[in-house]
């Protein structure tokens, strides 16, 4: 039986989300052809074509009559190629080629082939979050890393074929690997880095705080080694945390089997990455690499090495853990809680302040690439380690040292500490009190708060240069699961702040 017109429910990935969209198909008298309507991009615009080939191969009628498809809201653009399928479900319902029941339960994205086959879109864990919300049945191709959402009826089609006996009659989609069996992999390890406990403990003090790190030292000095092993002491993601970081790597099509067994994001863009790469944008809006590093690490190598212009745009996120970005068609928010480690150089060269190799570089060139460490976004970062080359003695006959699963152990027990701390903190807050100092906020005693001003003065620390002190004070002393941060801890925090352009 033919209808003059049919709808179904479809989506569109706007951001990191996915939009509810409506395809309506109607049929009428005219010259033979469909014509797309509704602020369609090009990649939506040549579904008519993939449509009639399809349709064709897979053993159905094209109706010889005008199509008229909409996609409404008409003032959203809708983008992608995931309208093939509800396009082409919506004329065969219209034209009775396929049974009607249970189609308005179910929310159709796909791709299709010419010879009729449905192919697998990106931001498939968003569709899956809007199917979920709206009560709908997600009908889609087999994703080869399908990620099976808890409450979501996924049901999946790998023809055209399979719709002439209804949606009913579609298989589960179901997957070997489900996100909630968390294995921790242990391809890196921190025992492989010899010759550097005092970094690795540097790097544990960050983990407990959550605070940015920038290690200088020379080449050769285990930087990237060590930057490599963080995300290994790292806690691993919450729920809520692993479904937003597998929700933006569907969205922008990278691999999601690293998430699925547990790995916490470790990103590390090449210095010549554009803002846009870094931060996200273009056209269509996409995520960028802080947003794929969210609940993770983001290691930029070679800071030095990357556009000023660049840097200054990680200021915002890493304050408000979110990327927020404005065009003329709306607001598009990405998440962005990740943690910021750097590695650089401390000169041209790479050899100031080694103990054997002299340093080549005349001072002005010293000066200028001492420039490209200070600033705003290098005051935001909290440790900065000086890495020195280990003893070649050490590196040959391999002395063990610190590996990732005691220093895991130590990170757990000093968050799980903070997090006890924290909420503490909370219940006794009197909103009636005036604003507290410094060594009330982060708990120090009277010898704490002493050794805080005799480093402030000697070293001329400005506000924000005691505040961060105050920060990593607070973090060795939860790392050591003590309450009230002591003179120790204070000075051990000193050790912390390495050679920075300005305090």
Known sequence: MTRQAFAVHAACIRGVEAEPVTVEVSLSGGIPGITLVGMADNAVMEARLRIRCALRAAGFDVPRASITVNLAPGDMRKTGSGFDLPIAVAILAATGQIPLNHLDDCLFVGELALDGAVCPVRGEVAYQILARASHLILVSAHAGNHVPLAEVDHRGVDTMRRLAHGVSTLPPVTSAVSYTEVEQTERLDFSDVVGQESIKRGLAVAAVGDLGCLMIGAPGSGKTMLARRLPTILPPLSTDELQEALCVHSVAG????????????????????????????????????????????????????????????????????????????????????????????????????????????????????????????????????????????????????????TLRAMVEAGRAFRSDRVAHERCSFNADSKAESMADRFSMTSDAEEALLALAHKQHLTGRGMQRLGRIARAVADLAQEALVSATHVMEAALYQGRRGDQ
Not at 280 to 295: C, D, N, Q, T, Y
């Open 254 to 405: 990278e691999p999601i089997d690293a998430l699925l067994q547990g790995e916490v994001p470790f990103r590390r863009p090449h210095h010549s990455i554009s803002a846009a790469g870094l931060v996200g944008g273009g056209r269509p809006v996409r995520p960028g690499e802080i947003s794929l590093a969210h609940g993770g690490v983001l290691f930029l190598d070679e800071l030095a090495e990357f556009s000023s212009h660049v840097l200054q745009m990680l200021r915002q996120p890493m304050e408000d853990h979110e990327v927020r970005i404005v065009r003329a068609d709306g607001v598009y928010r990405f998440p962005a809680a990740f943690r910021l480690l750097a590695a650089s150089n401390p000169c041209p060269c790479g050899y100031l302040g080694d103990r054997e190799v002299p340093c080549t570089c005349a001072p002005a060139a010293v000066e200028r690439y001492r420039a490209k460490l200070a600033g705003p976004l290098i005051d935001r970062i909290d440790l900065v380690l000086d890495v020195h080359r280990p003893d070649p003695d050490v590196i040959v006959k391999g002395e063990s040292g610190l590996d990732s699963a």
